[in-house]
């Protein structure tokens, strides 16, 4: 298993600023996920961080938006760039392995106003 | 079409009652199954995986059904703390470790 700790839990921004969260996990992981989950939907994919590389970004999803960066197995930072009321959303970190469960982070709230 | 369906909610249903979610995925090559469950403003949590011959885990069974690409939750005795919204999961064909997420199923249980 996995422990994953995330922050902030929430945070409220102005719009054109820049918001850096960060998830620690308890273990060595090859692989993090970043997903955004907007009220009442699922979670969708933003990118793969793995250790030593560029992230993977999903479509409709960029590095100049979404920056990551994964400087060792267990942490790894996502910042939501030049925001607006658009990415008022919950964002979570994850990782799991090929056989395991998904572990994630227990989320950060973002309001952009 | 999305890549993993799953039915709209919210399912209303008293304590006690049976409940069933479907869920219907696309890409034939998906190789592993999941329901997750999430409470309100939490993450999700892995509630079972889905294996072919089908699995039970105390009030829940799960089915898998490759042919139709279709996959069940059926809760039995529903309690009051079964009321989560619950996530369809599938992993990609190719990919061992993405996963692809329905939009959920939020159930509530009423007394």
């Known amino acids: 298993s996995a422990v994953i700790s995330q922050k902030p839990s929430r945070d409220i921004c102005q719009r054109g600023t820049s918001l850096t969260i960060q998830c620690q996990v308890d273990?060595?992981?090859?692989?993090m996920f970043w997903y955004r989950q907007q009220p009442g939907q699922s979670l969708t994919l933003i990118a793969t961080?793995?250790?030593?590389?560029?992230?993977?970004?999903e479509s409709g999803f960029v590095i100049d938006k979404f920056p990551i960066s994964r400087p060792n197995l267990t942490f790894s930072t996502l910042t939501v760039s030049n925001m607006s009321p658009e990415d008022s959303s919950i964002y979570l970190c994850?990782?799991?392995?090929?056989?395991?469960?998904?572990?994630f982070g227990q989320g950060t709230r973002l309001t952009v106003v | 079409r999305k890549e993993v369906e799953q039915d709209p909610g919210p399912f209303n249903v008293p304590e006690g009652a049976t409940v069933a979610f479907n869920c219907t995925y696309s890409?034939?090559?998906?190789?592993?199954f999941f329901w997750y469950r999430q409470d309100c403003r939490k993450e999700p949590k892995l509630l079972m995986s889905?294996?072919?011959?089908?699995n039970e885990d105390g009030r829940f069974t799960a089915q898998l059904n490759r042919a139709s690409q279709y996959i069940s939750l059926l809760i039995r005795d529903s309690k009051l703390s079964d009321s989560a919204t619950y996530l369809c999961?599938?992993?990609?064909?190719?990919?061992?470790?993405?996963?692809?997420w329905g939009a959920g199923t939020k159930l509530i249980i009423k007394p």
């Open positions: 994850s990782t799991r392995t090929a056989k395991t469960e998904a572990f």
């Open positions: 273990s060595q992981v090859t692989m």
């Open positions: 961080a793995n250790q030593g590389s560029e992230a993977t970004y």
């Open positions: 890409n034939s090559a998906s190789q592993s």
């Open positions: 889905v294996y072919s011959s089908g």
């Open positions: 999961v599938v992993t990609p064909g190719g990919s061992n470790y993405q996963l692809i």
